[in-house]
């Protein structure tokens, strides 16, 4: 009867998550248990899978067919994982949060993202007492405490927290860039990182609808508007620095190593990050990548390129 009335009686202890029926319930609890669990196991390769579909799904990556990215060669077994994979080249996000309207490209991070607005947070990091619906979320969340990045690349010194953006960094190193800057020729695996690039040189931004500040990207007003709730949950493990995002703390970690893997090729300088090496080797080249578009100036950063605009070319 629950089918007919919306009413989801049955709820999944782990997760908060709903159900009308017992079998969807029963289907749906065996996401919780571990890899030795799951009853359906791949006789090529270890996976183990919580349903035949899955694991059906997943045998046909050991079959011989291969469908090709035309964009970066990268391969699939199927052309659904091709056309979700495609969507990192086009910008394309189709999946949108109805409460926050946050979109994504793909089903899945979509999925993980609604958790987040769930009420009931059982997962707790014992560090700085922020909460989490899944116990991944958490995992992720405890790199930023202990610094910790498990995800190396192998062609520059980079390294990651998370998987995701490991794998989006290695299309940079793709030899097919072919979102192009139509100014500075600068290129791009990803048709959203040349739109980001592209405020840098227009001085458009993304304002923020409490103070009218303005970002280049949608990551970066986002992380802002979390300075206007007061609340700083990301907490220093070694000195007890507190800050509103994660990225913030990550960077402020390396103030407490000495290690500076990051050499400039022209003079003796090391740094702690890419990009402020990046920065640093302009001052060799004469490089100015940010032109304003009103007066002839151009700038190193993007940022004294946006205060330039602000203080000379008020409307």
């Known amino acids: 009867m629950g089918t007919h009335t919306g009413r989801k009686p049955i709820e999944c202890k782990e997760c908060g998550k709903c159900f009308t029926q017992g079998r969807a319930f029963a289907c749906h609890r065996r996401t919780h248990e571990t890899e030795s669990e799951r009853p359906y ?157 592209m405020r840098s040189h227009s001085g458009e931004t993304l304002k923020c609808s409490l103070c009218g500040k303005g970002y280049t990207t949608p990551a970066n007003l986002a992380a802002h508007k979390k300075i206007h709730s007061g609340i700083k949950p990301h907490v220093c493990a070694v000195c007890g620095k507190r800050f509103y995002v994660p990225s913030k703390l990550a960077y402020h970690m390396r103030t407490h190593c000495e290690d500076r893997p990051f050499a400039c090729s022209v003079c003796p300088k090391r740094f702690k990050t890419a990009n402020v090496m990046k920065i640093h080797v302009r001052t060799h080249t004469g490089e100015r990548p940010y032109q304003c578009t009103l007066c002839e100036k151009a700038f190193t950063i993007s940022s004294r390129l946006a205060s330039h605009k602000r203080t000379h070319h008020k409307k």
Do not use: W
Not at 178 to 192: A, V
């Open 41 to 197: 196991k791949c006789e090529q390769c270890p996976r183990t899978f919580t349903s035949k579909t899955l694991l059906k799904n997943h045998a046909k990556k050991h079959e011989t067919q291969t469908l090709h990215c035309n964009v970066c060669e990268k391969t699939y077994s199927n052309m659904g994982n091709l056309k979700a994979h495609m969507r990192l080249h086009s910008g394309e996000t189709p999946y949108s949060c109805h409460i926050c309207n946050r979109k994504f490209a793909q089903s899945n991070s979509h999925s993980y993202h609604m958790k987040t607005h769930l009420m009931d947070k059982p997962f707790s990091c014992d560090i700085c007492s922020y909460a989490f619906t899944t116990n991944g979320q958490l995992v992720n969340h405890r790199r930023l405490h202990t610094g910790e990045k498990p995800y190396a690349c192998t062609l520059c010194p980079k390294r990651f927290t998370q998987k995701v953006s490991f794998s989006v960094h290695m299309m940079s190193h793709g030899g097919n860039k072919q979102h192009l800057c139509s100014i500075c020729g600068k290129k791009y695996s990803l048709n959203g990182q040349l739109v980001n690039h």
